[in-house]
């Protein structure tokens, strides 16, 4: 894609994200690669309106260049972007199921999303929940430097989830099976049947990408306090 023809493009998938509900119209941020750094939604800028105008050009280092003023969490965009130089696009959303997934289940480098199919392994992979830190924080960034180099899909505690990709295409994809798999499991309670390890194993061989979801961990390891819910 031309770099001329990228606000429009992103601004498409911000209106679409929200259309389908998986953001509120002013939290979430689209990002991607452009030849001066990346372009990343404008803050306040709302996602049901969003328009081409509506994306700041940063620096490679995170530093705004131009247009409206970056969202306050363009740092984890742009350490996303120095980490993985086959990422080019990156979709942030505090979708519900996903939202609801990063509260219940313990923060863990391996794998937080639960595998009710093997898409959510050829799709997604290996999907970690990093602990808490405040939105838009120099740690939050540091954490998502730390991670992004084991997975394709980073949940972040009681925010939200953060896809990434080669394409804004591929980042959607990713968005909308990760969701998929976290709102069947919270309308089964947690008690929806996830692969066995044999059937794990043949979805991680089939997957196109090195970020395999680790044995043993096809079902998210809730918090201690939890009452009610499967294990
Ligand atoms: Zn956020």
């Not at 894609?1 to 259309?19: F, G, I, N, T």
């Not at 002013?26 to 309106?49: D, E, K, Q």
């Not at 730390?146 to 394409?167: D, I, K, P, R, W």
């Amino acid at each position: 894609m031309s770099p001329d023809d990228l606000p429009a493009a992103l601004a498409r998938v911000a209106r679409d994200v929200y259309a389908r509900h998986l953001s509120t119209s002013s939290g979430g941020n689209v990002s991607h690669r452009h030849p001066g750094g990346f372009l990343v939604s404008g803050t306040g800028r709302a996602g049901a309106r969003q328009t081409a105008d509506d994306f700041a050009l940063c620096g490679p280092d995170g530093a705004h260049v131009s247009g409206p003023a970056p969202s306050k969490e363009a740092g984890f965009h742009a350490a996303l972007y120095r980490q993985r130089p086959d990422v080019h696009a990156a979709v942030h959303v505090h979708a519900d199921a996903s939202l609801a997934l990063s509260c219940l289940a313990e923060p863990t480098s391996g794998n937080v999303l639960p595998i009710l199919s093997s898409y959510a392994v050829t799709t997604v992979g290996r999907a970690p929940l990093l602990p808490y830190h405040p939105p838009g924080s120099a740690a939050l960034a540091a954490a998502v430097h730390a991670a992004c180099v084991g997975a394709n899909a980073l949940l972040f505690q009681n925010h939200g989830v953060l896809v990434y990709a080669e394409t804004l295409e591929q980042a959607l994809d990713r968005l909308e099976e990760l969701e998929q798999q976290a709102r069947v499991w919270l309308l089964t309670r947690g008690q929806a049947r996830v692969l066995s390890e044999a059937e794990l194993a043949a979805a991680n061989h089939a997957a196109g990408h090195r970020f395999h979801v680790p044995a043993g961990e096809a079902r998210p390891r809730l918090r201690a306090d939890l009452h009610g819910w499967s294990p």
